[in-house]
């Protein structure tokens, strides 16, 4: 090209949680059974829509209008609905006009970082989903700005940290929380949104929320919507219906503006965003019209209730299978139904290795391993996948120096996800039993019983 066509931030957006399936895909050509703990997708992975849900998005396709543009901040109706709910709440009360919908989230995520001035920077929280940090860091050509999440205190946001890194970098203008959180199924008390909320107001930054998975939590924990914390600070919260109805394939997400009205600065980009979607016209129109309908329905709520239940029995069986693995830090999953399974520093090396029966698997995985560039835990998924069949994400792709491994809750056989997690704390020990220089419990010992471990094997 005559002159460098490629934009600054092109090299920021990675998105392993995909990557992955490509090896799997060749994986399951040489015959190995995969299972895909890797992907946020409940219809994927099994989950039944129910009819009287399907009876409604039918009945949607038969009117001419679904098949028609809508207006560009979305449906007025959908919106008004959307508003009604929010204000039930004793927090900070929207109009229809604070709501924009958008195609999913993801396109309200490229939209939100992409539109901010190139120097203005959002502290995304680490271990993210990586379409927050990468989309943030591609906006500013830059690798992302990171406060801490703490596996040694639930994954909650190490709040002395976030404070600190927002002091000392001026070009901090916005903070992002995830909540409940993915990757590492965290859910925050209120206090800590309220404490977050005050380092906004002492900075003066904006608050963005990903409230994607806010009705999808367990285990007796609660939390509380940004809006209900954020008084007077300017911010926005992300919603949508892919992950609670399910319905990914509907593209449709929707974002909540609080108090555009108390900074000008905020309010023009906030308008810039609006004015960005004008230009696409507008998002699908059959899923926003089919949302009001759903969520009225006396069954959703008892369908959302049935799914919360299966993520905590899956939660319960996830945690106690890992949880006496020396050398990993285990923390139970209460929101959203993801599960970030922390290494300890320094028990993996680039040495460590699985069994893999069949040789061409072998050769891909050692190919694959073969960069020094490749970190540990990404080594320890390749091998993990080839040996076992299970499909999961490292943690370290999701803008994070913890090593470790995400995987999804969303299993619909219970019977089978706990073949799969025994499988998983098996292997687990053996990847770290053949690592040279790391002492095992006795517990750990008795934990791999009869099993001929190769002590050392390179
Ligand atoms: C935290 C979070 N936000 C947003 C999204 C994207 O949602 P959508 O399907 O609406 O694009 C996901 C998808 O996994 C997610 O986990």
Redesign the pocket.
């Known amino acids: 090209m005559r002159i460098d066509i490629v934009h600054t931030g092109a090299g920021e957006l990675n998105y392993e949680i995909r990557n992955i399936i490509r090896v799997a895909e060749k994986l399951q050509q040489f015959g190995i059974e995969v299972n895909l703990e890797n992907i946020?997708d409940p219809v994927a992975k099994g989950e039944t829509i129910p009819a009287w849900m399907k009876e409604i998005v039918a009945g949607l396709a038969m009117e001419d209008n679904s098949y028609g543009y809508c207006p560009t901040q979305g449906i007025l109706e959908t919106r008004e609905f959307l508003a009604n709910l929010n204000n039930r709440n004793g927090g900070v009360r929207i109009t229809p006009n604070d709501i924009l919908f958008f195609n999913?989230?993801?396109?309200a995520?490229t939209k939100v970082y992409g539109l901010l001035r190139t120097t203005a920077r959002v502290i995304t929280p680490s271990p993210t989903?990586t379409?927050h940090s990468a989309s943030e860091a591609a906006h500013a050509g830059q690798p992302p700005v990171t406060y801490p999440l703490d596996p040694n205190n639930h994954w909650f946001p190490n709040l002395v940290e976030l404070r600190r890194r927002v002091k000392y970098n001026p070009s901090v203008a916005g903070i992002l929380l995830?909540n409940p959180d993915?990757p590492t199924g965290a859910v925050f008390p209120e206090e800590i949104l309220r404490e977050i909320v005050a380092i906004a107001a002492e900075f003066d930054l904006f608050l963005v929320a990903?409230e994607?998975?806010q009705n999808l939590i367990y285990n007796g924990h609660r939390t509380k919507p940004l809006a209900d914390c954020i008084g007077s600070v300017p911010g926005l919260a992300?919603k949508?219906i892919?992950?609670e109805l399910p319905w990914?394939g509907a593209?449709?997400?929707w974002i909540e503006i609080y108090n555009a009205d108390r900074d000008p600065n905020f309010s023009r980009y906030v308008q810039s965003i609006l004015n960005a979607k004008m230009v696409e016209v507008c998002s699908t129109t059959l899923p926003q019209k089919a949302i009001p309908r759903i969520l009225r329905r006396p069954e959703y709520k008892t369908s959302l209730e049935q799914r919360r239940l299966r993520y905590e029995r899956l939660s319960a069986i996830a945690y106690d299978g890992l949880k006496d693995i020396d050398g990993v830090l285990v923390n139970r999953t209460n929101g959203?139904f993801y599960m970030s399974v922390a290494f300890q520093e320094g028990v993996l090396d680039n040495r460590q290795t699985l069994d893999i029966a069949i040789p061409e698997a072998k050769a891909l995985v050692e190919e694959l391993v073969s960069s020094p560039a490749t970190a540990n835990d990404k080594r320890f998924v390749y091998y993990l996948l080839a040996a076992t069949g299970i499909c999961v994400v490292p943690l370290t792709s999701f803008n994070t120096e913890w090593e470790g491994f995400r995987m999804t809750l969303l299993e619909p056989d219970e019977a089978k996800f706990r073949v799969i997690i025994n499988k998983l704390a098996e292997n687990i020990r053996l990847y770290l039993h053949c690592s040279r220089g790391i002492q095992f419990s006795d517990r750990d010992m008795e934990a791999l019983g009869s099993l001929q471990v190769g002590v050392g094997a390179a």
């Open positions: 946020g999913g989230l993801g396109e995520i989903y379409t995830v993915n990903d994607i998975y992300m949508g892919s992950k990914p593209r449709c997400g959203a």
